[in-house]
T-cell receptor, first 114, second 114 residues
Framework: ETGVTQTPRHLVMGMTNKKSLKCEQH?????MYWYKQSAKKPLELMFV???????ENNSVPSRFSPECPNSSHLFLHLHTLQPEDSALYLC?????????????FGQGTRLTVV | DQQVKQNSPSLSVQEGRISILNCDYT??????FLWYKKYPAEGPTFLIS?????DKNEDGRFTVFLNKSAKHLSLHIVPSQPGDSAVYFC?????????????FGKGTLLTVNP
């Protein structure tokens, strides 16, 4: 248990569906992240929120839309996805404001787009 | 262009022996390095880190070595145990940057045989 909880753990969606991934952290952290892990690729950073402000959008297509209503919650809204978007989506958090800290990851959401 | 490279996709060692996992980086601005361990169906968990002002950091059975001139770091696990079998990710951060982005390698699958 890392203190970062992601729901759902598994999601199958059609290309015309709209769904959301949820992440919640109970660590008092101020920075939250979305990462994507595709097969045989490094973890790819998608978005960074620091003190609820988006500080990084790593050229992510607009069919992925993040939302950070407060420091403890992070969402990833999905719409009109493509099969190649199937991957493990990982949420992470860190203290923020302090550079030399590690990020704590959730267990991930395994997304399959059909 | 991959800035963090783990050139060995897999490594197999005998229980009790030393495991050495290697990582190379290309970005000279990276100054903080981390190792994460990942079991199947779980998110990565933080293992050990090292700042660029050091060349070694030790925590129990885990030691990370940093060679800045070679832009190379390694993780030593000794003695290796079957429970260490997992994918190990090397990650790096530029702490002078304006965000808290971690850049990951592709990972190395370690198998420790009883």
């Amino acid at each position: 248990e890392t203190g970062v909880t992601q729901t759902p753990r598994h999601l199958v969606m059609g290309m015309t569906n709209k769904k959301s991934l949820k992440c919640e952290q109970h660590l008092g952290h101020n920075a939250m992240y979305w990462y994507k892990q595709s097969a045989k690729k490094p973890l790819e950073l998608m978005f960074v929120y620091n003190f609820k402000e988006q500080t990084e959008n790593n050229s992510v297509p607009s069919r992925f839309s993040p939302e950070c209503p407060n420091s403890s919650h992070l969402f990833l809204h999905l719409h009109t996805l493509q099969p190649e978007d199937s991957a493990l989506y990982l949420c992470a958090s860190s203290r923020g404001g302090e550079m030399n800290t590690e990020a704590f990851f959730g267990q991930g959401t395994r997304l399959t787009v059909v | 262009d991959q800035q963090v490279k783990q050139n060995s996709p897999s490594l197999s060692v005998q229980e009790g022996r030393i495991s050495i996992l290697n990582c190379d980086y290309t970005n000279s601005m990276f100054d903080y390095f981390l190792w994460y361990k990942k079991y199947p169906a779980e998110g990565p968990t933080f293992l050990i880190s090292i700042s660029s002002i050091k060349d070694k950091n030790e925590d129990g059975r885990f030691t990370v070595f940093l060679n800045k001139s070679a832009k190379h770091l390694s993780l030593h696990i000794v003695p290796s145990q079957p429970g260490d079998s997992a994918v190990y990710f090397c990650a790096a951060r530029d702490t002078g940057g304006s965000n808290y982005k971690l850049t990951f390698g592709k990972g190395t699958l370690l198998t420790v045989n009883p």
